[in-house]
Nanobody, 121 residues
């Protein structure tokens, strides 16, 4: 059993910053990629950023240069630093972790429950 829990969401003014955290716990041998998605009301869930176990990153064009994804492998925790926030960044942000529970086991994707980010003056 693996749990993924996001934290750090909230209300921020345009131009402000927030840092989201994503903590994975439970039966974890290794975590491959970790990612952040977001879903705004009436829209499909979209990829925001992802990071591999080796540190390679990928970003949506809409957040390049403003958001930074990182991870602490020792803590099984990922982060999303969000700067220069815009009203259009308002959404529920979800974290996922691609987890192997044993050395020879399959990789499963686990999702957190989401954290609300609201950018408004």
């Amino acid at each position: 059993q693996v749990q993924v829990v996001e934290s750090g969401g909230g209300l921020v003014q345009p131009g402000g910053s927030l840092r989201l955290s994503c903590a994975a716990s439970g039966s974890i041998f290794a975590i491959n990629a970790m990612g952040w998605y977001r879903q705004a009301p009436g829209k499909q869930r979209e990829l925001v950023a992802a990071v591999t176990s080796g540190g390679s990153t990928n970003y949506a064009d809409s957040v390049k240069g403003r958001f930074t994804i990182s991870r602490d492998n020792a803590k099984n925790t990922g982060y999303l630093q969000m700067n220069s926030l815009k009203p259009e960044d308002t959404a529920v942000y979800y974290c996922n972790a691609d987890v192997k529970s044993t050395e020879w086991g399959l990789v499963y994707r686990y999702w957190g429950q989401g954290t609300q980010v609201t950018v408004s003056s």
